[in-house]
């Protein structure tokens, strides 16, 4: 993982790690990957959408649960989604749904990776309608 192993996960976007306050759930490594994100408007033919977050998963141990918390700094509704993406081109979805997110109230989502199989990445999506121009923060964890 290089220099950057150290972040737990890290996410594919701007990383800003944030130390984990978190008693019956570790993260992984010494931190916790956070990213602060803007919902933008929908994609078009010559932009896309910033709804999709991607974090990388360290593969030097394995994780029995993996957590996104997501907290957003404008209540609002969120469309949101969890995967858990595998090394075989795969993913397994652990949730899908619209939530109206109020201001400063954390929502956890879990995924339990498959048995004898790590993932490599967890993609976090956040975004919808009526959600742009919301500002939100996405963290994720692991428990080894």
Request: net charge positive.
């Amino acid at each position: 993982m290089g220099k950057l192993g150290w972040l737990g996960f890290i996410p594919l976007a701007i990383a800003m790690p944030a130390l984990a306050d978190c008693r019956e759930f570790l993260p992984v490594g010494a931190a916790t990957a956070e990213v602060r994100k803007t919902v933008s408007p929908s994609g078009t033919l010559i932009t896309s959408d910033n709804w999709n977050t991607d974090f990388v998963v360290p593969g030097d141990r394995p994780h029995r649960t993996i957590r996104a918390t997501i907290t957003a700094e404008q209540t609002a509704p969120f469309a949101l989604k969890l995967f858990l993406k595998y090394a075989d081109n795969t993913a397994d979805k652990f949730f899908e749904n619209t939530v109206r997110l109020t201001a400063g109230r954390p929502l956890v989502l879990t995924g339990t990776p498959r048995p004898q199989s790590q993932p490599f990445q967890v993609n976090v999506f956040v975004g919808g309608l009526e959600a742009i121009g919301s500002t939100y923060r996405v963290q994720v964890q692991g428990r080894p």
